[in-house]
């Protein structure tokens, strides 16, 4: 970083500008529209603020708005994708775009894309001649909310080439058009056609492609960090070249995937659901990260001058609250600076999910509190920590605790109090008198609920903000992604017994007041003695010393 700060990005894959995307709002009965989409877009981002991500990725699925020879054509698609990329620039928070990935799905119908394998992204020269020109066009659009190119915006923190390339083996190659490219190449080297020289074939091909894309987007005036992508842990086993033709290409950042537990589900996963929020993956971290296979990849003098970064990471079929900080540390290990979980769950969806990957700020409380702690750990670790360590699972230092045993973690602070679960019976951090920000789910020393959604507290300037999210009730199993329709019950107007007792906050009269959509305010419980023992409602609330007239309220400065 400019100021000499190791760079720290935490974030979320997030997506309302894909037709993937959509058909999943589509069942729920969102209409595709640009009002519609821009809406669960702005809701969805403040969820993201409350969760306080700092960082999106989102890999476009180019069929949603390129045609058959790479030119961009205008959509519904694309105007999402430009709003959220104006949104993310007006909220402060950070975008990596993967220009090329392709999911089923397509706005366009004759797009390039439709019908080709993964592999001919790469291999075919025909698709890698539009892929330049779609790019160029990208990156000299100019984005209409912004008024700038996206070359020149300064919110993109990223340009990945490509998510998870893939390439052909020798076996597969013999069967296919381009092994005529290849047989060309070997006797143009006078080498003889088996496997060794089809590797040091595809070694150049991918090295040249990635320069070849590198140059493209240098020439245009981006400046932007460039990403490989190098998909999950144990693809160099299969693809030493690839990964010496990475490292010795001209890209400055490469990227890896997270997913404990993928191991153990069969590869149709999504069929073939399994609940592992009970699994310890202690051993499985520790050998990943000493096989060069696995992740010790990234430790080699091979990589020592890329940036690392995590594209997708998810605690996978997994619902535990404290499996998201380990992460957090391990990537930390691995020297990454930034990384972002697969796939954030947009507002309004939230309670239809369900399967490998779910996040959801109001639908899986308990995760969502265990991501911001993770947050925290990974912005206050240094790069390359050792990550050798006795157990992983049970960890206490001076500023965070992690328990599989109790499922919880905590991260306590001069100034602030995170935990994902209740810490009554179990804190050993030392809480701060000075405590002025408290999120949480449960209990604590600081605040007590009996609700079952996440509270979040902030004083500024003498002022307490509280917003309490809905009730939540699981009626499904979250992580049976077979199941349809409401998976988590929200609840949002069940009043709930609350207590907050921080410093300064204990004695005297005080006014609980609602804080509803527009910053109207309404007087919501006019409190004698103290803050102990009330019942609230889930919503937006300021609570302020004395007796307030609402009606001269006037916040609207303050954003919390």
């Not at 998870?164 to 143009?188: H, M, Q, R």
């Not at 006795?390 to 109090?417: F, G, M």
Request: glycine share 6%; with cysteine; hydrophobic share 35%.
């Amino acid at each position: 970083m400019p100021d000499g700060k190791e760079m720290a990005i935490f974030g979320v894959n997030f997506q309302p500008n894909l037709s993937w995307e959509y058909k999943r709002l589509q069942k729920i009965g969102v209409q595709l529209s640009s009002n519609e989409l821009k809406k669960v877009t702005d809701e969805s981002f403040t969820e993201l603020e409350l969760m306080h991500v700092n960082s999106i990725r989102c890999h476009l699925t180019p069929a949603d708005f390129v045609d058959h020879e790479g030119n961009i054509v205008e959509t519904i698609y694309l105007d999402i994708l430009d709003y959220m990329i104006a949104e993310a620039s007006e909220r402060g928070i950070y975008v990596t775009l993967a220009f090329i990935n392709h999911m089923g799905s397509a706005h366009v119908s004759n797009s390039m894309w439709v019908g080709l394998n993964r592999e001919e992204w790469i291999h075919n020269k025909k698709v890698v001649e539009k892929t330049k020109n779609y790019i160029t066009q990208l990156l000299n659009r100019s984005n209409p909310y912004l008024n700038v190119t996206y070359k020149e915006t300064k919110h993109i923190a990223m340009w990945e080439i490509m998510n998870e390339p893939s390439v052909y083996s020798y076996d597969e190659i013999k069967n296919t058009g381009y092994f005529k490219d290849f047989l060309s190449w070997a006797e143009g080297k006078g080498k003889k056609e088996d496997q060794r020289t089809y590797l040091e074939y595809r070694e150049e091909l991918v090295r040249n492609y990635i320069n070849t894309m590198h140059k493209l987007i240098r020439d245009s005036g981006a400046r932007h960090p460039i990403v490989w992508n190098l998909n999950w842990h144990r693809y160099m086993r299969e693809h030493e070249d690839v990964f010496r033709a990475v490292a010795s290409s001209h890209v400055e950042v490469v990227a890896m995937c997270n997913y404990p537990g993928q191991d153990l589900v069969g590869e149709n996963y999504g069929r073939n659901p399994k609940d592992l929020t009970e699994t310890d993956f202690s051993e499985w971290f520790k050998t990943y990260y000493n096989d060069v296979t696995g992740y010790g990849w990234a430790l080699s003098d091979a990589f020592k001058n890329k940036a690392k970064v995590v594209y997708e990471f998810e605690t996978f079929f997994n619902q535990s609250r404290y499996l998201y900080p380990i992460q957090a540390q391990y990537f930390r290990a691995l020297g990454v600076q930034a990384a972002q979980m697969w796939t954030y769950s947009l507002s309004v969806y939230g309670p239809y999910s369900s399967g490998s990957h779910v996040l959801s700020v109001t639908s899986t409380p308990g995760k969502a509190a265990s991501f911001i702690i993770a947050n925290e750990i990974f912005k206050s670790t240094r790069l390359y920590t050792n990550y050798e360590m006795d157990s992983p699972n049970e960890q206490v230092t001076d500023y965070y605790a992690i328990s599989k045993e109790r499922n919880v973690a905590i991260y306590s602070d001069l100034n602030r109090l995170y935990y994902s679960g209740d810490i009554t019976k179990w804190n050993p951090l030392n809480v701060s008198e000075n405590v002025k920000e408290v999120i949480g789910l449960g209990n604590s020393s600081l605040v007590k609920y009996n609700g079952t959604g996440l509270y979040f507290l902030k004083e500024i300037d003498g002022i307490l903000h509280l917003t309490i999210l809905p009730n939540v009730k699981h009626s499904k199993n979250q992580w049976d992604g077979r199941q349809e329709g409401v998976i988590t019950e929200l609840d949002h107007t069940t009043k709930n017994k609350m207590s907050i007792l921080l410093t300064n906050w204990d004695e005297g009269n005080y006014s609980i007041i609602e804080r509803n959509k527009g910053n109207k305010y309404k007087l919501y419980a006019y409190r004698k003695k103290n803050l102990t023992d009330f019942h609230i409602q889930p919503g937006k609330y300021v609570i302020m010393k004395g007796k307030v007239n609402t009606k001269l309220l006037d916040l609207e400065s303050v954003n919390y």
